[in-house]
């Protein structure tokens, strides 16, 4: 069986390996080319990957190009694997392997169908997630059922824990359709409707954080959208600060307009140390933050930093 792949994102590293390490043939692996991937959030480099399993790469702009398109014909693809990519692929892209294309959406379709599934559930509060293994169609994370695993969503996940759990079902799932598909079965079944409309696209403004939300709804959106993705934001009078991570503290009444710095929170831990910012019912403790120009503070620095009595603003 000769499989093709495309993938850019690092959810899809374990499972390429995986299948290599296998003994199935990966006629070669197409990725963005250097200067669009560098501006993906959790891109990572396939071509070291590639060069150590020995396959080859190909670099696209976009996989609908004619270039790309010819490329994947030129490999005769019995399968073709899509995992961590955010095109959106064409028919032409869709009938290049003669048993289909499979990819995987990081969520348990139908639920959260559409963009950044895990951040969505993540800043959404829900507790529980899963990833789905599709044959891909036309239509938007909407083709046959191939697989699924479920997981929990704990209080103490973040995006970045989330996709680890994905990048090990990816790994699981494929494994587990080649050796059907290799057995001369062919797994599917259709998605039911669940009615949900399609969740919108994220995008880096979207971060700002609204300090008359609640603390764990602020809690919610730091962890949801912390590296590698753009990050929560909010502004003092000294600039723009990005927040990395955060405590939430239990409801109490502050006294004080929500988005006020009240102050340090000093131990001789350093991972317990921060500022602590009022919300609408309480306050959250920022853990780590970094400036405009880039510099980190976390622990004893960040606690130093003369924040008391700042008010947060809405706009740079």
């Known amino acids: 069986m000769r499989i093709g792949w495309i993938g850019v994102h690092a959810e899809g590293i374990p499972a390429l390996e995986a299948v290599a390490a296998a003994g199935y043939q990966i006629a070669g692996v197409m990725t963005l080319r250097s200067s669009k991937a560098d501006r993906r959030c959790g891109s990572v480099d396939y071509h070291s990957v590639c060069r150590r399993l020995g396959v080859p790469v190909a670099e696209v702009d976009h996989v609908n190009d004619a270039t790309s398109i010819e490329q994947l014909r030129n490999w005769n693809c019995d399968l073709l694997v899509v995992l961590g990519w955010g095109q959106i692929l064409g028919p032409d892209v869709l009938n290049v392997a003669t048993l289909g294309v499979v990819g995987a959406h990081a969520s348990f379709l139908p639920h959260n169908r559409g963009s950044a599934p895990v951040n969505w559930a993540i800043i959404n509060g829900e507790t529980s997630t899963g990833n789905s293994l599709m044959w ?181």
């Open 136 to 316: 891909l169609s036309e239509g938007v994370d909407s083709g046959d059922l191939i697989d699924q695993r479920f997981f929990a969503i704990s209080p103490y996940d973040t995006c970045a824990t989330i996709y680890e759990k994905v990048a090990e079902s990816n790994r699981d799932m494929l494994l587990q359709l080649l050796s059907e598909l290799r057995a001369g079965r062919r797994p599917g079944r259709s998605q039911p409707h669940s009615g949900e409309p399609l969740l919108p696209r994220r995008r880096p403004e979207d971060g700002q954080i609204n300090w008359h939300s609640s603390s764990t709804d602020i809690y919610n959106l730091v962890r949801g959208v912390t590296r590698p993705y753009p990050g929560a934001f909010t502004f003092l009078s000294d600039g723009k600060w990005w927040i990395w991570n955060v405590a939430v503290l239990p409801p109490f009444m502050s006294g004080v307009p929500p988005g006020t710095v009240l102050g340090p929170v000093r131990s001789p831990e350093q991972n317990a140390c921060g500022q602590m910012i009022a919300t609408t019912d309480g306050a959250v403790v920022v853990l780590e933050a970094e400036d405009a120009q880039g510099r980190v503070y976390s622990g004893y620095s960040l606690s130093e930093l003369d924040w008391s009595g700042k008010r947060v603003s809405y706009a740079a």
